[in-house]
């Protein structure tokens, strides 16, 4: 079996990075080193800092360059790092945008501006603004459950005629609409959705942007590289041997970056506390995810 792939700009195997704060609440830059590392090594080929499982409300302009400066300089050259630069204001983006690029980011994640909802005429002016600002590749951010909306399908296809914008982190939940811009560009698409890993993949996805990474970043990895040796039901099996953590971190109500640090505290790993307003998970939470990732570990 051949399927040929679309370039994946940023890599195919990426983690949308939690950001590790200290006990006291401060920016945990040797713990994110830490935490990069391994997630370098268990088969992530980049790394997005910032998003919002990196808590982008609530970290400061200068954690987020910081964030950067550190990450880049565990890693080097071994994974791409993108860098989280999406808000509301457009002029914001930008200033955010200029500024990951000088700390040594490979490309930008921008989501549709939030609250506001804005047309999408304004949506389209918002992301043309941004990578007309800056020389890095822009993924745009597609999740509108979260942000109140969509970037439609006639917008990411006329977005895709820009030559900064190269990729798609998509959180849209509609596969239909999903497959038409496939159809019709050459924008590299990211599931931002654990569960449609290797469904996305098998229509010509570029790969995946992962929460649950920050706690197993190998079992998505399998999934892709026993896609593209051929073997489609080994694929389909690892996909589904991760259903149970991937709901208890993404489906269980909490947000993916109260989890993920719950379950990285338990392991020993850098996570740390989360900011106001979340609240961290409470000790049955913690427990329930100790073990689906015990059971994952096992399969």
Known sequence: MTLTHRPAPFGRALCAMITPFTASGALDLDGAQRLAGRLVAEGCDGLVLS????????????????????????????????????TADTRHTVELALAAEKAGADGLLAVTPYYSRPPQDAVEMHFRTLADACGLPVALYDIPGRTGTRIEPETMIRLAAHPRIVAVKDCAYDLLGTQKVLAETELAYYTGCD?????????????????????????????????????????????????????????????????????LGRLGLPGGPVRAPLRPADRETADGLLRAYERLVST
Not at 67 to 84: K, M, N, Q, S
Not at 244 to 254: A, D, I, K, P, V
């Open 195 to 263: 569960e449609y890993v290797l469904a996305l993949y098998a229509i010509g996805g570029a790969g995946y942007i992962s929460t649950v990474a920050n706690v197993a970043p190998w079992p998505f990895r399998a999934v892709i590289d026993a896609f593209d040796a051929g073997d489609t039901a080994e694929a389909a099996r690892l996909q589904r041997a991760t259903v149970r953590l991937t709901e208890l971190m993404m489906g269980s109500g909490l947000p993916g970056t109260v989890t993920a640090k719950a379950l």
């Open 51 to 86: 998003g919002t499982t990196g808590e982008s409300p609530t970290t400061t302009d200068a954690e987020k360059t910081e964030l950067i400066r550190a990450v880049r300089a565990a890693v080097g050259d071994r994974a791409t790092i993108v860098a989280g630069v999406g």
